[in-house]
């Protein structure tokens, strides 16, 4: 719960996350229902052979890789940002935190000991943070998508 705490400060971003990841899924699944109408059509149906038929579907096909691929870019960087101020929005809370302990207290912990919770501790969350935003929001928006898109083709299988 500390975490969403944390993160509370960052909505905005995290919602671009949330946003370049669902078009990101998107562009992602749109691909095989080009391959299937390529075959379809541009193989064994009606247009069979027309290579300009063929040709526009590859252009819309590389179009949906190169957005698929600027929007993982994106929300890579974006995911990162955010990652990164809330690791310096935590270090910045620890150091607070450090700097009014009572001379008793500072005894009891050694240096080394806030000298890793300064550094290896928040970079670990800082990790969490990275790989929380990006691959385990994406797997349920995948999901999501996919069955969206089954489910909008029809029974034809």
């Known amino acids: 719960m500390r975490l969403v705490r944390l993160l509370r400060g960052h909505v905005r971003e ?3 996350v949330l946003a370049l990841l669902l078009v990101q899924s998107l562009c992602e699944l749109s691909l095989p229902r080009y391959m299937s109408a390529i075959v379809n059509v541009g193989v064994v149906g009606s247009k069979a ?3 300009s038929y063929l040709g526009h579907m590859a252009l819309v096909m590389f179009g949906f890789c190169v957005g ?12 990162s940002r955010v990652a990164a101020a809330v690791s310096r929005d935590l ?13 008793a207290e500072v005894t009891r912990f050694s240096q080394s000991s806030l000298i890793t919770r300064c550094t290896n501790d928040v970079q670990q969350i800082q990790n969490m943070i990275v790989i929380m935003l990006r691959m ?4 349920p928006i ?4 996919a069955v969206v898109q089954v489910l909008t083709m029809g029974g034809g299988l």
């Open 142 to 145: 995948m999901g999501v998508v």
């Open 68 to 79: 698929s691929l600027v929007a993982g870019a994106l929300s890579g960087l974006v995911a």
């Open 91 to 103: 270090r910045h809370d620890v150091f607070k935190k450090v700097m009014s302990f009572s001379p």
């Open 14 to 16: 995290v919602a671009a």
């Open 136 to 139: 385990v929001v994406f797997a």
């Open 49 to 51: 052979g027309n290579m």
